[in-house]
């Protein structure tokens, strides 16, 4: 049984917000901020994410963004929490936003889904709440959530930011686990479909967090107080026994806060029911869930006895490729 970690970095979630020129100067020199900039149009680009929740650019329908001057500048400039939204291939926001020339450089946050309720800054935000769903059944995406930050950006007429294009590269700000159940042989079509599959459960992590936005990258932690709980996986596959299939199986797939979860204190525990039967199985040691990442778990079931078959040790780098592989 292998448990994998491999990084959702290089595949993430791409905006490009094009700040179309409003500048009411006759000339300009090459280099300079234009006067202004308004009227946003957001292109979006999303690369092939292996991953649940916020993956192509149909499924990213608004998301928020926050426009602050950078330094000195930050009480003149300041768009809070501006709902983007995807109407066909375009993007609108809910306020024009204007770029005055005299501001050379802002702070930018990005965030998705959006939620209404944000009313303060989110670049002074270090316990901002986050969290993840129980059942998570639902292809609801609220559990999912993408987030950006960028600082000191400038739009020029030249250089790296011609054209006023701004490269918005939202990362997974929660881990994912992708449970596999591989079904001994001995177990048939007629023993094992998807309806008979009851009562998968994720337990031992934390579901709720904060979020500090005034890092560079903004860091998800878990939240220190709060008690573990059980969540309900997505199911997002079943394979029957079949002339090319010698044996069944089934995957579940859930989206995790940022945490270590202790053995000793309360492991991470995976169970299923399968008619009057109850499979079970839990780590014996300590594992970390890092942001962004995604994991697998595979877990053999057998017919005799109710224990999934199945240990994790601790993370190693595996060679050769950017997955982290627990022997």
Request: proline letters at 4%; charged letters at 20%; hydrophobic letters at 40%.
């Amino acid at each position: 049984m292998n448990m994998k970690l491999s990084s959702l970095f290089p595949q993430m979630a791409c905006a490009l917000l094009l700040m179309a020129s409003c500048s009411q100067e006759d000339s300009m020199t090459p280099g300079e901020s234009p006067s202004s900039v308004g009227g946003i149009r957001i292109t979006t680009q999303v690369s092939d994410i292996a991953t649940r929740g916020i993956t192509e650019t149909a499924t990213l329908q608004n998301f928020g963004i926050c426009i602050q001057g950078s330094g000195e500048h930050a009480s003149s400039l300041q768009y809070n929490n501006v709902e983007m939204t995807k109407n066909g291939e375009e993007w609108t926001s809910a306020t024009p936003m204007l770029w005055q020339s005299e501001i050379p450089s802002a702070d930018i946050i990005a965030y998705a889904p959006y939620q209404a309720d944000i009313s303060e800054a989110l670049a002074t935000q270090k316990q901002f709440p986050v969290s993840v769903k129980a059942v998570q059944t639902q292809e609801d995406l609220s559990s999912d959530l993408l987030v950006f930050k960028a600082k000191n950006y400038a739009p020029t007429i030249v250089g790296e930011n011609k054209d006023k294009i701004v490269a918005v590269k939202f990362d997974h700000a929660f881990s994912q686990l992708m449970i596999t159940f591989n079904f001994d042989s001995a177990f048939s079509n007629d023993e094992v479909d998807l309806s008979k599959i009851e009562g998968v459960r994720v337990e031992g992590t934390v579901l709720s967090g904060v979020c500090d936005f005034s890092h560079d990258k903004p860091q998800i932690t878990v939240q220190a107080d709060a008690a573990a709980g059980a969540i309900t996986p997505e199911n997002v596959s079943f394979q029957a026994k079949d002339a090319e299939h010698a044996s069944i199986s089934a995957q579940y797939s859930s989206l995790l806060v940022p945490q270590t979860i202790q053995a000793a204190n309360q492991p991470l525990k995976v169970s299923f029911r399968l008619g009057e039967t109850t499979y079970s199985w839990k780590s014996n040691a300590d594992i970390t869930l890092e942001q962004g990442k995604y994991y697998t778990l595979s877990l053999n079931i057998r017919k005799t006895g109710v224990v999934v078959e199945g240990t994790i040790k601790g993370w190693i780098p595996a060679e050769g490729n950017n997955e982290y592989v627990a022997n």
